[in-house]
């Protein structure tokens, strides 16, 4: 099945987050799907806030929850 993904982050366990048609996906590093914030409609983007707490932007509403995950930054080279 192809999941088509907008805006990935991670956070500081390695597990890969990814908005998707129907909320946020979650990925441990290994790739395995281990877990879905639902919103039943596309998540646009989102971002870690702070320690547990992610903001998800959706096409027309804005979504909050709150997880036991701290966001990473990943530094970019381009």
Known sequence: MLTVCEGVHCDSKGNVYAGVGDGV????????????????RTAANFQFASDGRLVIMGETQLYYATLAAKGDFI???L
């Open 25 to 40: 996906h979650v990925w441990n590093p290994s790739g395995k799907l281990i877990g879905k914030i639902y919103t039943g």
């Open 75 to 77: 530094e970019s080279y």
